[in-house]
Antibody, heavy 117, light 113 residues
Framework: EVQLVQSGAEVKKPGTTVKLSCSFSGYTFTDHYIHWLQQAPGKVPEWMGLVHPEDGETIYAEKFQGRVAMTADTSTDTAYMELRSLRSEDTALYYC??????????WGQGTLVTVSS | DIVLTQSPLSLPVTPGEPASISCRSTQSLLFSNGYNYLNWYLQKPGQSPQLLIYLGSIRASGVPDRFSGSGSGTDFTLKISRVEAEDVGLYYCMQSVQTWAITFGQGTRLEIK
């Protein structure tokens, strides 16, 4: 069974950095792209970017360019997403998901990040 | 970026009755390989989204056959042949033909009458 387990909730101050993790099991980690999405309260999910574990290739959404970094550690089958210069609008649930044939077949449970002074 | 417009935004349905959601795109989602890169997701209250349909019409693993997807190019439809109480939630379409700029529709809330 494919499982994506994300790290726990975070509370951060504006201007700081958060780094979230997503641990994979039940499939070959390097086989699929891993995507990260942001879902603000009551809003539609927003795509942030992707990382390919096999070669570290990344593509970031224009909105998050310069503030985000996505990595993948093949020794621990874990993906990471770092978001810098946090602001109140970054308060949201963050999801990791695996992609196959253009669809996100498996999702993590989400990590709540609260940005507040 | 590609904009996806869903309708209706709210969908009250009697259990056992059919339901249909439309998703229209500002650009064609048909890729050169002949597949439409349009997905449908259901987000139940308090849960992560779950994939229902990918490549326009292929049911994801474990999805009941009362769900079906159709369409091509810029017009797509999700149909539920007989709505059940467990189908309540937010339905989103999502395009991934532009891998560098994946976008979602604004969502359709299905509720039971």
């Amino acid at each position: 069974e494919v499982q994506l387990v994300q790290s726990g909730a975070e509370v951060k101050k504006p201007g700081t950095t958060v780094k979230l993790s997503c641990s994979f099991s039940g499939y070959t980690f390097t086989d699929h792209y891993i995507h990260w999405l942001q879902q603000a309260p009551g809003k539609v999910p927003e795509w942030m970017g992707l990382v390919h574990p096999e070669d570290g290739e990344t593509i970031y959404a224009e909105k998050f360019q310069g503030r985000v970094a996505m990595t993948a550690d093949t020794s621990t089958d874990t993906a990471y997403m770092e978001l810098r210069s946090l602001r109140s609008e970054d308060t949201a649930l963050y999801y990791c998901a695996t992609e196959k044939s253009g669809g996100f077949h498996h999702w993590g449970q989400g990590t709540l990040v609260t940005v507040s002074s | 970026d590609i904009v996806l417009t869903q309708s209706p935004l709210s969908l009250p349905v009697t259990p056992g009755e059919p339901a249909s959601i439309s998703c229209r795109s500002t650009q064609s989602l048909l890729f050169s390989n002949g597949y439409n890169y349009l997905n449908w997701y259901l987000q139940k209250p308090g849960q992560s989204p779950q994939l229902l349909i990918y490549l326009g019409s292929i049911r994801a693993s474990g999805v009941p056959d009362r769900f079906s997807g159709s369409g091509s190019g810029t017009d797509f439809t999700l149909k539920i042949s007989r709505v059940e109480a467990e189908d309540v939630g937010l339905y989103y379409c999502m395009q991934s033909v532009q891998t560098w700029a994946i976008t979602f529709g604004q969502g359709t809330r299905l509720e039971i009458k």
